[in-house]
């Protein structure tokens, strides 16, 4: 226990030194940042002034150019508590908003990599048919296939939650799907030759063999996924100007140059990602701690 307790204390001053440094220098690029605008601020109310008053009204600009960490983490309180779960101006509204979004989007994504991979992995013509394509696909930027998507969806009377969903799905599927193909074809050649031994069909290997190989390759896969999948559902927002969506959040902040806004909408996607991977990193726990004992 003492070993286990030195070992976490170890780990924790270097992570606090480095949040430390990241604070301080944050500060320091907030007043010089603001300082012009900050310069006019002091001198139009009276001619004398000093370099504390120069730093403390950096740090307080309505619309600074980088806001201070207090007051991100002012607003971004503010946000939680002043307004109700159902507010726009709740960041919570827009967690759920995206994050109905990326979960759809994530399963969708999933389900269409794994099929893929089954796909590719037990047939020779889709895996010279299709593996370049899905490859191919993704240099594609998704800031210049999302309009074009949101259009099609739309003009076939699709909106909501589904259009954003496949935007994240297309970011979403890629990872999972060469996870699942290397997994898939992890087993080694004495394995599958024991299961053709046991004149096991195709679809029995599958789930017997390559299914439980293919998990330690596939769960950090969709840690990726799922975290690019938020991103794709938040980009799926910007060309529909949408009302709500952690999205929708940044493009409001932006056309308003409210910059605290757009600051505080970043901390909650960069928590909101946080929270998703270690979701997934818990299911993998709890997924092969399972599978060991079975």
């Known amino acids: 226990m003492g070993t286990t307790d030195a070992r976490r204390g170890g780990s924790v001053g270097p992570v606090a030194v480095i949040v430390v440094a990241i604070v301080l220098l944050w500060y320091g690029l907030a007043v010089w940042l603001n300082a012009p605008g900050a310069i006019e601020r002091v001198l139009n109310p009276r001619g004398a002034w000093d370099w504390t008053d120069l730093v403390q009204t950096t740090w307080a600009l309505q619309r600074p150019v980088l806001p201070a960490p207090h007051q991100i983490a002012l607003d971004f309180w503010s946000s939680l508590v002043d307004w109700p779960l159902d507010s726009p101006r709740n960041l919570l509204f827009h967690v759920w908003v995206t994050g109905q979004s990326t979960l759809l989007g994530f399963v969708m994504g999933t389900v269409l990599g794994g099929v893929l991979a089954v796909l590719i992995v037990h047939s020779r013509t889709l895996d010279r048919a299709l593996l370049p394509w899905v490859v191919a696909s993704q240099t594609i930027p998704v800031l210049a296939i999302a309009p074009i998507v949101l259009v099609i969806l739309g003009s076939l009377g699709f909106s909501g939650v589904l259009p954003k969903a496949v935007i994240a799905m297309y970011l979403c599927f890629f990872p999972v799907t060469v ?116």
């Open 179 to 294: 996870a699942a193909v290397q997994g898939l074809r992890s087993p080694q050649r004495i394995e599958t030759e024991l299961m053709h031994t046991y004149a096991a069909s195709r679809w029995q290997a599958l789930w017997l063999l390559r299914l439980p190989a293919a998990l330690p390759f596939v769960f950090p896969s969709l840690k990726v996924a799922i975290a690019a999948g938020l991103v794709g559902a938040m980009v799926a927002e910007l060309p529909t100007g949408a009302q709500a969506g952690l999205g929708a959040r940044l493009l409001t902040g932006s056309y308003y140059g409210n910059t605290v806004q757009i600051w505080s909408a970043l901390l909650m996607s960069a928590l909101l990602g946080l929270a998703l991977s270690g979701a997934m990193a818990g299911l993998e726990q709890w997924v092969l701690r399972n599978r060991r004992r079975s």
